[in-house]
């Protein structure tokens, strides 16, 4: 969607009742981040409050009853509030999608539910709406610290809003980065969200953290676009709101035989806005940056999420970068990241690493369910460094392939852009097959990872089972065999050069020159442009799987190949604008595995 024009060049200045100013003031971007980080709230600003309403499209919040107190500002932006009282949100779904959403998740035909208390983070006309609505006291009841405490549970679930927010107090155009969530305490389904943001197709987003298992998910019960405009065009153009987009990236990485990753990424980034002294990025946070430099070699300021204590454990994968001069549209500019960690790679046995297909470079930040990342294109430059007795396969074509010392040094391109980029590096035996110009290659693990060697064990000493007595489960005593990925690398390569002659046949031209797959300890499957990440049991035999009482032997092997070999036309030749495409890319998916089967 096109810019909505320049903001006015100030911004509306608040009655001297409140006493602040909203234009942005000349404050450091360290100080505003610690600001939202630890909020504090303002004693001498708060108001009983009857029948206030907040209205963002179709939902309307209503302040029954109660008190509310503003947070001290940040770049003297009033930026949060706290409610106590009784209040309560509706909301119209806007067609019969999003009220077959709400049916599913609450079983009410509309929203209709109470709440007592309320946390508010915005940058749009929040302030300006209630203040026409209360009287504000200069003083009040002591210092709130239930937003404080509701910051400090979001960023322990990874809800990655204090970014989004920091991003638009600093903005220069806060009606273009609007942002507005209010956090509302129910009874029926605890803490529910609203949520309006102006840099989403889908400004309005209404929906809860639930607890799934020993993990939190975010339940989405309606996402649809303000205006009453059509949701099946909001997505026609993908980047019309976006920061930013990278054309291309240069990285250069370093792997550990202790799997730890270093690396150099420098991105070039092509702003679509003038005016953003905030850029955001994606990046796993178990990989620590140490610093970031825009194209004249200064160091700029750079937020990170708070470490994580298990590799499992998020507090947000992002990293907010403060420039030191705002964008300027259509001037690129390339930005050098150096980060370092433990977690994205993992040692899992003997010459066998996990390596994480996602998060390993900085991407555009992209948190919520939107515009997809797979609905853009990047130039890839990858340069791997790794211990030489060991190989190492990625996205792109090899361009070289050297030794420097103890390390094996190799670059890869990509011919065309790419959605995506991965790696993948072992101790691997490599088998070649050829589809006309196409090369296929399989990188299988000449030992059994930690997983592979457990039922190995098992099955070689079925008598340290039976010490378990009566209770203990008892493994068969048939043998099976050597359980090394790289007894089955030859079929595997004949196989998915089958595949590729197969899907050639109805889809059209491979889109690359090479297709490698690679055995991973994960029981899923992965089809990044050029390289497949594929689960342990696909390196099986049938006895093996037999014995494992693995059924649907054909489901495992020939048919889960097939899928992860058809996103090379689904999913990379042809790609998905937003999440609501990206179910074609799996169902085509699907659809290809039985063809091949």
Known sequence: MPSRGLFAALLLVFTSTLGYAQTPLPTGAATVWNSLLAPAMDPTKSAHVENVTIVRDAVRITLLDGRLQLAQPANGVVFGAVFHGAGRVEAAPPNALEAQQLRLFTKQDKLNMTFTEATF????????????????????????????????????????YLPRLFKSVLSSNRERTAYFLADLKTKEKGWVEVRY???????????????????????????????????????DDPAARQDFLIPG???NTHLADNADLNATAKATVQPRYSGEPILLFALDSNLRVSSVKDGQGRSLEFFQARERKERSQSYGDYVAVALKEPTQAGQDQVLEFQYGGKHVVVKVGSGNFFCQSFGWYPTAFASEPGVDAFAFR???DLTFRNPKKYSLVATGNKVSDTIDGKELISNWKSDIPLATAGFAFGDYKITTEKVGDVTVQVYANREPDD????????????????ARGPGGSHMSTV???????AALGKTISIETANTLRVFESYFGPYPYKQLAVTNIIGSYGQGWPGLLYLGWFTFLDSTQQHELGLK??????????????????????????SYHDQWLSEGFAEFSGKLYV
């Open 378 to 380: 990047s130039n890839f």
């Open 451 to 466: 997983l592979l060697s457990s039922i190995q064990k098992a099955f070689d000493n079925p008598l340290s089972d039976l």
């Open 552 to 577: 649907n032997q054909v489901g495992l092997t020939d048919f889960f190949r097939g899928h992860e070999s058809s996103h090379q036309w689904w999913g990379h030749r042809v790609g998905w604008k």
């Open 249 to 251: 990236y240069q990285i």
């Open 479 to 485: 043998s099976l065999g050597n359980l090394t990925p």
């Open 197 to 235: 943001d102006a840099l989403q197709p889908e400004e309005v987003r209404i929906g809860r953290w639930a607890d799934l298992g020993a993990y939190r998910v975010h339940d989405v019960w309606m996402n649809f676009p303000a205006g009453g405009r059509d949701f099946r065009h909001v997505y």
């Open 121 to 160: 983070s915005f940058t749009d006309g929040f302030l300006d709406e209630v203040s026409k609505q209360v009287k504000w006291q200069a003083s009040g009841p002591a210092a709130d610290d239930l937003y404080a405490n509701r910051q400090k549970d979001r960023e322990d679930i990874g809800a990655e």
